[in-house]
T-cell receptor, first 113, second 110 residues
Framework: DGGITQSPKYLFRKEGQNVTLSCEQNLNHDAMYWYRQDPGQGLRLIYYSQIVNDFQKGDIAEGYSVSREKKESFPLTVTSAQKNPTAFYLC????????????FGPGTRLTVL | RKEVEQDPGPFNVPEGATVAFNCTYSNSASQSFFWYRQDCRKEPKLLMSVYSSGNEDGRFTAQLNRASQYISLLIRDSKLSDSATYLCVSSTSGTYKYIFGTGTRLKVLA
């Protein structure tokens, strides 16, 4: 089955800790994205990557970091510098070009204790 | 003004009804549009893509009006299982950006 997987599904973090969210896709998509969703708000773009070893900041990149060492993988690290990290994090992928549909993973719900 | 705007609802409709949602966009350079369905605490799932004037898939019809800068989603013969939040998305060629609306909640009532 082709698709996007994210892990873990739920994550609890203490203040001051860094955590890494996993995202893997086997759709052979070029582009991968990370979004954050808060209640009552639309999806906001954190980072995106068009190609291996290249990534760009989105609208709310502060306090986050990413890497793209393999085409299939795009992990997101939520650092202690992120002031309000509790949210639903969604990873997506697409063929490059915004006329192409994005497909989403099941998401990771992060809660800071 | 938000780049993509949707009425948050909720739209409460009886089973079997026809319901329509509108979504307006402000960037005239937007070229591609998508409707996604999102169930509570789940990921968005692609419902339809809208590239030209419109698209139809079974009970669902999407239409694009470039002159007035809106897209619509029509659901005929609503089912209980159609209850969800419907997200409108626009994108612009040559950019990385997909712009998401905040969604319209639909509740189909028995």
């Amino acid at each position: 089955d082709g698709g996007i997987t994210q892990s873990p599904k739920y994550l609890f973090r203490k203040e001051g800790q860094n955590v890494t969210l996993s995202c893997e896709q086997n759709l052979n998509h070029d582009a991968m994205y990370w979004y954050r969703q808060d209640p009552g708000q639309g999806l906001r773009l954190i980072y995106y990557s068009q190609i291996v070893n290249d990534f760009q900041k989105g609208d709310i990149a502060e306090g986050y970091s990413v890497s793209r060492e393999k085409k299939e993988s795009f992990p997101l690290t939520v650092t202690s510098a992120q002031k309000n990290p509790t949210a639903f994090y969604l990873c997506a992928s697409s063929m490059w070009g915004t006329y192409n549909e994005q497909f989403f993973g099941p998401g990771t719900r992060l809660t800071v204790l | 003004r938000k780049e993509v705007e949707q009425d948050p609802g909720p739209f409460n409709v009886p089973e079997g009804a026809t319901v329509a949602f509108n979504c307006t966009y402000s960037n005239s350079a937007s070229q591609s549009f998508f409707w996604y369905r999102q169930d509570c605490r789940k990921e968005p799932k692609l419902l339809m893509s809208v590239y030209s004037s419109g698209n139809e898939d079974g009970r669902f019809t999407a239409q694009l009006n470039r002159a007035s800068q809106y897209i619509s989603l029509l659901i005929r013969d609503s089912k209980l299982s159609d209850s969800a939040t419907y997200l409108c998305v626009s994108s612009t060629s040559g950019t990385y950006k997909y712009i998401f609306g905040t969604g319209t909640r639909l509740k189909v009532l028995a």
